[in-house]
Nanobody
Framework: QVQLVESGGGLVQPGGSLRLSCAASGTIFSNTYMGWYRRFPGKQRELVARVTGGGSTYYADSVKGRFTVSRDNAKNTVYLQMDRLKPEDTAVYYC????????WGQGTQVTVSS
């Protein structure tokens, strides 16, 4: 069973950057679409970025041009580079497959505030 562990969150000022990592304990097939989701307080998780096994990407309009998703299939790791962060990016970030097939990890808190 695959377990997902997100890391890299923290407190950053508006305009700053963070790089999130998602390490899978088991093997994620290279053709599995992987995504980053975020959850605002009291809301459902929303998909913000997705990467295919071949590296093709999708971004929600709210993060397009600021976030970059990538993966290292050999390391079973997915990344999210977040640049030009805004206060409205404040949320708990999770990774999972697209569509969701794994149990959720604990997520990593991203707080954008001055």
């Amino acid at each position: 069973q695959v377990q997902l562990v997100e890391s890299g969150g923290g407190l950053v000022q508006p305009g700053g950057s963070l790089r999130l990592s998602c390490a899978a304990s088991g093997t994620i097939f290279s053709n599995t679409y992987m995504g980053w989701y975020r959850r605002f307080p009291g809301k459902q998780r929303e998909l913000v970025a997705r990467v295919t096994g071949g590296g093709s990407t999708y971004y929600a309009d709210s993060v397009k041009g600021r976030f970059t998703v990538s993966r290292d299939n050999a390391k079973n790791t997915v990344y999210l580079q977040m640049d030009r962060l805004k206060p409205e990016d404040t949320a708990v970030y999770y990774c999972n497959a697209v569509p969701i097939i794994f149990s959720w990890g604990q997520g990593t808190q991203v707080t954008v505030s001055s």
